[in-house]
Nanobody, 123 residues
Framework: HVQLVESGGGSGQAGGSLRLSCAAS???????VAWFRQAPGKERERVAA???????FYSSSVTGRFTISKDNAKNTLSLQVNSLKPEDTAMYYC???????????????????WGQGTQVTVS
């Protein structure tokens, strides 16, 4: 069982930056770990993921602006969010999946562990 706790959300201005962090209760090295977001009235979408080999994957809406990173020694996951846009406003969740390769076809249901979320609001 993995417990995930996000932090670092908040309000930002368009064009600004935020850094989200996720602390895991155990080693996440062999998991697929990812950041999802969900805006009101919309489906939860995966925006960034990093697999057990350290390969990184991004959705087209955030490529070039978001950077995912993982520290296996500290059991932490981070998301650097640059060039904020109003459409980035959402609740952001970190999640972990046993499917360590992070296939793009992984569904929300394939991620068995979730944090409580942290709100990002861009004006």
């Amino acid at each position: 069982h993995v417990q995930l706790v996000e932090s670092g959300g908040g309000s930002g201005q368009a064009g600004g930056s935020l850094r989200l962090s996720c602390a895991a209760s155990r080693n996440i090295e062999f998991y697929c770990v990812a950041w999802f977001r969900q805006a009101p009235g919309k489906e939860r979408e995966r925006v960034a993921a990093i697999n057990k080999y350290g390969n990184k994957f991004y959705s087209s809406s955030v490529t070039g602006r978001f950077t995912i990173s993982k520290d296996n020694a500290k059991n932490t996951l981070s998301l650097q969010v640059n060039s904020l846009k109003p459409e980035d406003t959402a609740m952001y969740y970190c999640a972990a999946s046993f499917f360590g390769y992070c296939y793009p076809t992984l569904r929300v249901a394939d991620f068995g562990y979730w944090g409580q979320g942290t709100q990002v609001t861009v004006s």
